[in-house]
Structure formats: structure tokens, C-alpha cells
């Protein structure tokens, strides 16, 4: 069922592309716009621009974007219908969608999730099966609140719960097990519950679907976490446990604090920070760090101070660090982790720790090397020649200048004599945005007088509907402009001013990267129906195009001379096509 126009321009007219597309990267405000790095493609300098006067957005890299609608169907890789319907929910607009345009596949896996999550909370909840794993998690400090808030459930200690209660919702052994939910015995390929006898934590991808589990042992069975195993819809290597509740406060804090354990992260979502997220892992993927770097300027470790805990802050640290983050540390007291210093010490004392008690990644990093040497000068000399060579990875030279202080008082050495070990060569601050220019040198001269022209169009809609029957294909050559300009046609057939954000509703998503770049030209307004009937008498061939001719058999002449075989074959095709397209 087609989406009414009137609903349409009401979600786009109330939802505002800033908090939107900040709500999935970090903005920063450059003159009128607002800049940050592409959320479809990797880079190190942001070349993702977000109009609020225009209300678009668009990457002069990868070239994606558009209005709310098409940056969320890409972001979130859904339909346009789709899009209306999230985009509409918290204005309370609602839109009626018949089957979700997804895989089906994928869909299906999400569906089984979401089932077997109610289908786990309600065992918790309401049986006598539930009653010690419920009683275990309060006797833990969790309450009902947060229990019911995520879903946390109970999975039986019987072989085929799971998998009988898929069966009964018409779903088969085969799909369950590629969504995680069932495990298969090789030998005789029989299919039985992967998930026994333990408490189950619900896993959302960053779009709030569930589409795994984190399953805690409560009988003292090994291991004691298992976690779903790689499948279509969870991928480890692309998600953070509780990011699409931590994000819009991720956004607000302009810091995301990692965590190990998921039950940590429930623990601390019990007080008052809420910027935190779990890892999947103690190592964090490509993924992982395109994302975070999206997400903040800042990363925080949180990590168990055990041992472990210790190794995995330097493992993580050093790959934040070289991937030009800022990276602090929340040093918890040795053997600690989140859940016991909350239990041990209470809330109010918790939350002053993560407002009080954060130190650079390299304090850290220079502390624990100078621990671990001990009394041995090479191990010191060496663990110290490290802790330099990392100072350049700190962009800030103000920060760089503290921690210069720091270290040599961690190592007890003369600050100048640290700072002439330094590198000679230190990695700075990232290129400021800069609007990319568009290579026009790319377009032909007939391109360009085309491009004039559907320009024109679009700001003088009366022009349009005079001359729209003589901008057919032959005058419009190039493709783009004349399906814009064929798209401007039925936009002006109930509106009178060109928007650019609701008008992109009107085009192929394609051609975005196009209409912005006719948006952005500048034009004079005082455009006559002569200027016009000039420009479709040279495009239509009734004005002789010699000086067109002339000029680019003056440049083919020039390329002969220089040699340039490239630059001969593009100049001689521009003057087969002008011939062909004017009939001379």
C-alpha cells in the first residue's frame, strides 16, 4: 500500500537530519554544515557532510546519502517503507507495512530470536523453573526492572525445548541450527538444544533486534559463558553488546566506555552511566574500530583488573591508539571487575569513580611497563623506548606535552632527556574537512551547457512547464540530467518550490550524488525565455557549433604535439559525438 504524500512530508518535515545521522556517527560543526566520518565506507579525514538548511546528507567519497529516508534505508539497509515506519514512531505516526522488505532469511533468524527471547523471560518470570536462576540474579544485585527491561530469560535443562517449540511456531531443525538456537550431533546429524540449563541474555544488533545470546551457567558447568555462534545475522566481528541503547548517550558524553563481561554492562546500566557498551572478545575486529571511531572521538577501557584483564587494556589500547583515538582507562582495584566493585563499594561510589578516575591510555600503559620490569634497567630502558615511540600516535600536542610530564616521572627520568628520545616524526591532528571541488573537467562542453540548463529547471519550475515537451532525450543527452529533469516534472505537479530534501523522494537514489552537485551551482535568477531558447538551439544542432569544433581541434592539435595518445582519443570522440548529436 502506497505511503500517503501528506505522511510522507510529515515525517521529513518533523525529523531532523542532525539528530538523525548523529544518532549513528560524531558531527562536528564546520560554517553552515556539520562534517564526520562516512558511515558507509572507511577513511581517516570525513568528507560525510550534513546540511541542516537543506536538510541532506551526503559523502563526497563513497557518494551516499540523501534525505532521512534514504540515509536510514542505507545506514539500516532496509525499504523505503520501512524507513517511514521507524522514522514515524516517535512522532506517533504510523504506517501500515505489509511483509518486511529483508532477507527472508535473515528475517527469519530475527524472528526465531525474538520468540525464543519471550518465550526464555517468560520461563524466568513465571515458572518454578525459573525460580533459582531469578533468585540468582537478585541475589546478584540485579532488579526485577532491569531483568524484565532486557529481557533476560532461563533456558531449561532439557535436551529439546528449544527445538520443540520452534518446530510448534512451523519452523525446521535445519534453520534453527544455522540461527544458532540448536546444535547437530555430525554423526548421525540429529538436532538438539545448544542452549541448557542456563540463565540467557538477550544480544541486539545496533538496529535493537535480537539476533543472539549471552548464556550463563549457573550449576558450575564449563564453559560459562557460550555465546551464539557465528551466524547470517550475528557476526561478532560487527557488533557491540547494548550499543543501540548506549548510543544516542555514547553521542551526548562524546565517549564510549568498553567493557568485557555483558553481565557488567547490565550491572552498570543499573546507575547512572550509561555510555557503555560491551566487547565481544578481548580483540577488536576492523569493524569494531571503523565503528567506534564513527561513534566518538573518545574511547574508555573498563577492563577486569586481573591479569587478564591488565593484558587485554594494552592489547585493545594499542589498536585504539594507532587508529588516532583518544584512549583512557577506568583502572578497577586489582581482581575487580565492574559487578564487584558496584556490590562492593555501592552505586554513588562507582559513578564518582568513572567521573574521577580516568587516566590517559599511555599513564597506564607506562605504569603497568614499569611495573613489570621491576629492578631490571634493560627491561626499563626497553619498555620505556616503547612507551616514546607511542607518543606519536597522541595527536593533541597539549596532551602529548602532559604526558611527557607524566612518564618521565613514571620512569624517573629527566623530562628533556625523554623529549629528545622522542620521534622526529609525530602523527598530527587530521586534515581539516574541506569540500571536495567536482571535477568538471570531466564533463563535455555539451555536458555542461545541459547541466546549465536543467539547473535553470529546477529553480524556475514556470520554465519547466513551458519548455518540459523540448527537454526530451535528444537535447538531454546525458542520462542523468534528463531523468532528473523528468523527475522534477511530476515534483512540481504538487509542488511549487523546489526542496532539494523532499525532491530526492522523486529520484532514483543514483542520481543523488548528481542533483546535490546541480543544487550547489550557482546561477543568476534573472534568467530570461531568450537565454533559455539560446541554450536549446545549441543543444538541438539549429545553432552552428563550429566554435565548439574549432576549440577542441585547436586542443587535439596541441595533444598531438605533446605526445598525449589519452588526451587524442578523448578529444577525437567529443568531436564524433558533437557531430553525431548535430547532424553535421
Request: proline share 3%; glycine share 6%; hydrophobic share 35%.
Amino acid at each position: 500500500m502506497k505511503i500517503p504524500e501528506e505522511t510522507i512530508e510529515n515525517i521529513r518535515t518533523q525529523t531532523d537530519i542532525i539528530d538523525l545521522v548523529s544518532s549513528y556517527i560524531k558531527l562536528e560543526r564546520r560554517g553552515r554544515n556539520y562534517v564526520g566520518l562516512c558511515p558507509f565506507h572507511d577513511e581517516k579525514t570525513p568528507s560525510f557532510s550534513v546540511s541542516p538548511d537543506k536538510q541532506i546528507a551526503h559523502c563526497f567519497g563513497c557518494k551516499k546519502g540523501g534525505n532521512v529516508f534514504q540515509f536510514l534505508m542505507e545506514i539500516e539497509n532496509i525499504s523505503f517503507t520501512e524507513a517511514a515506519k521507524k522514522l514515524g514512531e516517535p512522532l506517533d505516526i504510523k504506517i501500515e507495512t505489509g511483509e518486511v522488505e529483508v532477507d527472508q532469511g535473515d528475517m527469519s533468524q530475527i524472528k526465531m530470536h525474538e520468540y525464543m527471547t519471550d518465550l526464555y523471560h517468560h520461563l524466568l518470570m513465571n515458572t518454578n523453573e525459573g525460580n533459582q536462576p531469578l533468585q540468582y540474579l537478585l541475589d546478584r544485585g540485579f532488579t526485577t526492572d532491569l531483568i524484565r527491561q532486557e529481557k533476560i530469560g532461563f533456558a531449561p535443562a532439557m535436551s529439546y525445548f528449544a527445538k520443540n517449540a520452534l518446530l510448534e511456531q512451523g519452523y525446521n531443525e535445519e534453520s534453527a541450527y544455522q540461527a544458532g538456537l540448536l546444535s547437530r550431533n555430525e554423526e548421525n546429524f540429529s538436532y538438539y538444544d545448544r542452549f541448557v540449563g542456563r540463565i540467557m541474555i538477550p544480544i541486539k544488533n545496533h538496529q535493537g533486534n535480537h539476533i543472539g545470546f549471552t548464556a550463563r551457567s549457573i550449576d558450575g558447568s564449563e564453559p560459562k559463558y557460550l555465546n551464539t555462534p557465528e551466524t547470517d545475522i550475528f557476526k561478532k566481528r560487527e557488533l557491540f553488546f547494548n550499543l543501540s541503547d548506549a548510543r544516542k548517550h555514547i553521542r551526548k558524553m562524546d565517549n564510549v566506555i568498553l567493557m568485557e563481561g555483558h553481565m557488567d554492562v547490565l550491572k552498570v546500566k543499573m546507575t547512572n552511566v550509561q555510555h557503555i557498551v560491551g566487547t565481544m572478545g578481548t580483540e577488536l575486529s576492523r569493524e569494531n574500530l571503523t565503528l567506534l571511531k564513527r561513534l566518538s572521538s573518545n574511547t574508555t577501557i573498563m577492563f577486569d583488573g586481573d591479569k587478564a584483564g591488565q593484558n587485554a587494556t594494552l592489547k585493545v589500547g594499542d589498536a585504539l591508539l594507532h587508529e588516532g583515538l583518544n584512549v583512557y582507562v577506568q583502572k578497577l582495584p586489582e581482581g575487580m571487575d565492574p559487578d564487584e566493585y558496584i556490590e562492593k563499594y555501592g552505586t554513588e561510589s562507582f559513578e564518582n569513580f568513572i567521573e574521577k578516575r580516568m587516566q590517559h591510555y599511555l599513564q597506564f600503559k607506562a605504569e603497568k611497563f614499569k611495573s613489570d620490569a621491576g629492578a631490571n634497567d634493560m627491561k626499563i630502558n626497553q619498555n620505556l623506548s616503547v612507551v616514546i615511540e607511542d607518543l606519536k600516535f597522541v595527536r593533541d600536542s597539549l596532551t602529548r606535552e602532559r604526558l611527557v610530564t607524566v612518564i618521565s616521572s613514571i620512569f624517573d627520568i629527566d623530562k628533556d632527556a625523554l623529549k629528545n628520545r622522542m620521534p622526529s616524526t609525530m602523527v598530527t591532528q587530521e586534515a581539516t574537512y574541506t569540500e571536495p571541488e567536482v571535477n568538471r573537467r570531466t564533463l563535455s562542453l555539451r555536458q555542461k551547457k545541459e547541466r546549465y540548463l536543467t539547473r535553470i529547471m529546477m529553480s524556475h519550475p514556470e520554465y519547466l512547464k513551458t519548455y518540459s515537451e523540448k527537454l526530451d532525450e535528444n537535447i538531454l543527452t546525458y542520462q542523468p540530467y534528463y531523468d532528473i529533469v523528468r523527475g522534477l516534472c511530476v515534483y512540481f505537479e504538487t509542488h511549487e518550490v523546489f526542496d532539494i530534501s523532499l525532491a530526492l523522494n522523486y529520484l532514483d537514489g543514483a542520481l543523488t550524488d548528481t542533483l546535490i552537485d546541480l543544487d550547489n551551482m550557482r546561477i543568476h535568477q534573472d534568467v530570461s525565455e531568450s537565454e533559455i531558447n539560446d541554450y536549446l538551439e545549441d543543444l538541438s544542432g539549429i545553432r552552428n557549433n563550429e566554435n565548439e569544433i574549432e576549440l577542441l581541434s585547436r586542443q587535439l592539435e596541441l595533444a598531438e604535439r605533446d605526445n598525449d595518445v589519452e588526451l587524442q582519443l578523448k578529444l577525437t570522440q567529443e568531436i564524433i559525438e558533437l557531430n553525431r548529436i548535430h547532424k553535421m
